[in-house]
């Protein structure tokens, strides 16, 4: 849930991020597969190419989305699953039937994962077919209208279910006795389970009908990334050039963001009720990264602040003009060490909480405090310029480079984090040395092993996020 969050929040405030996603999106648009006489789509010509744009800004947002709000679902109805079980594991006896309400709650839970499972094939089918190293391996059927929406494609590859969803299902799948009758209570209560999903939170599958409408054309086209204006020279040292260029992108950004946020407000039902974890975090309070404008320094012997530091804490803007209509934050800075005594809101049911504040989505709520002081990690050679890499600062490092896996993973361990290996390319880090609970999820690069140095800035930003780091608190150990 929390990588569905840091890939929203990337989208709307890292103009190379948004740029990057909007072309590999593009690139896998079943538009761009030629039919089986070898003609292209015609939204590809040069007349209709916005519409094409407006298609991939459409399931850009409609992806990002929904999967939080997937995610929040499946997180709040096991939760309640774990609540139902620990109050009633007295009363559950293998040669008896489960308490009605457990059964129920296991019941929901399966139907969720079946509709999660469902949403999750059809995306990964769409962006399969058009997969340019598999493409030759489909053809797509000339359409009877050129202005429809609708694509035949002719699968001649298999596609399989995600592997969180997967895992989850198995699990359902062996408690046993009782996994034989999910299927079943829910063919008997089909409405009630429907019911029960539909209302889970907002539809964001509706803004398809702005589509329709062309809504979208004009967000799409600006948010089409050609002709630089989502150029982002972040690995390039500051001068009042780049810092321009910098400031530049990011404000084309935001105009994308305010016009998707309106068309958004406009046509999702219950996108502002309490229930919409995508909502409830971007509206609430949060530090963005902005960079401010330049201004030319005194020299000085002291090197305690880099500009890219002062980047990182001078400017707190809210991005969204559908959200942001609150007075500007003072900078902050963060503590890792937070008690985490209210871990245990977090695990309240997402989908219906009690008030404004426990709709607050984990990840937002357990957020580390402000506060004035950080503390500073003594680290070998080797896990220094990991660091380095990670919170690229381009007045102390000249050029950023790939960073082994391993080498992350032994910088992660010298910072007292317990690494281990999920299920394919995920690994889990959890804080040992902290003082906080919650753990972060990395994915390890394939086929080559080395992380590329936008992905490595793109990991110390999510370590920024999530527990306040940033590159001044990384000094070399003294050798004894």
């Not at 929203?8 to 990057?20: G, N, V």
């Not at 053809?139 to 399989?160: F, H, L, Q």
Request: charged letters at 30%; aromatic letters at 10%.
């Amino acid at each position: 849930m929390s990588d569905a969050e840091d890939h929203i929040w990337s989208l709307r405030e890292d103009p190379a991020y948004f740029s990057e996603q909007f072309r590999d999106i593009l690139d896998h648009c079943e538009e761009m597969l030629p039919d089986t006489k070898g003609n292209p789509h015609s939204v590809t010509q040069p007349h209709r190419i916005n519409t094409l744009w407006s298609r991939v800004l459409l399931n850009m947002v409609v992806h990002a989305y929904s999967n939080l709000q997937f995610f929040a679902i499946l997180y709040g109805k096991v939760l309640i699953c774990i609540q139902y079980e620990e109050s009633a594991h007295n009363d559950i006896d293998p040669a008896k039937g489960l308490p009605e309400m457990y059964f129920h709650a296991l019941t929901l839970l399966k139907f969720s994962l079946d509709q999660a499972v469902m949403v999750s094939l059809e995306q990964l089918e769409h962006s399969t077919f058009a997969s340019p190293p598999i493409r030759k391996f489909f053809a797509r059927m000339p359409p009877p209208d050129p202005y429809t929406s609708d694509i035949n494609v002719i699968p001649r590859a298999g596609v399989k279910i995600t592997r969180v969803d997967k895992e989850c299902l198995k699990q359902l799948e062996l408690y046993q006795p009782w996994a034989a009758q999910f299927d079943e209570a829910i063919q008997s209560e089909i409405e009630i389970c429907r019911d029960s999903w539909k209302n889970m939170g907002p539809d964001f599958g509706q803004l398809h009908d702005a589509f329709l409408r062309k809504e979208f054309n004009e967000a799409a086209r600006l948010a089409e990334p050609s002709g630089g204006k989502f150029t982002y020279p972040y690995s390039k040292r500051r001068t009042k050039e780049t810092v321009d260029i910098m400031r530049r992108a990011k404000a084309n950004l935001d105009i994308v963001w305010a016009k998707i946020d309106q068309i958004t407000k406009k046509n999702v039902t219950g996108f502002e009720d309490t229930r919409s974890v995508v909502y409830q975090m971007l509206s609430g309070s949060r530090t963005l990264r902005r960079t401010p404008e330049w201004v030319e320094s005194i020299k000085t012997d002291s090197k305690a602040e880099s500009v890219t530091k002062r980047d990182l804490w001078e400017l707190n803007k809210p991005l969204s003009k559908l959200f942001l209509d609150e007075p500007a934050q003072e900078p902050k800075k963060f503590k890792p060490e937070v008690k985490s005594k209210t871990k245990v809101k977090t695990k309240r049911e997402q989908t219906e909480p009690a008030t404004a504040e426990e709709a607050t989505p984990p990840a937002v709520e357990a957020e580390p405090e402000p506060e004035a002081t950080q503390p500073t990690f003594a680290v070998d050679a080797k896990a220094l310029k990991v660091f380095r890499t990670l919170f690229f600062d381009p007045e102390v490092t000249s050029t950023p480079g790939l960073i082994p896996w391993n080498d992350f993973l032994y910088a992660m361990t010298a910072t007292g984090f317990k690494i281990e290996k999920l299920y394919g390319s995920v690994w889990q880090f959890t804080p040992t040395q902290l003082d906080v609970e919650r753990g972060i999820h990395f994915h390890e690069p394939h086929p080559k092993g080395k992380i590329p140095f936008e992905t490595a800035r793109r990991h110390g930003r999510r370590l920024t996020r999530t527990y306040g780091w940033h590159g001044g608190m990384f000094v070399l150990k003294e050798k004894s």
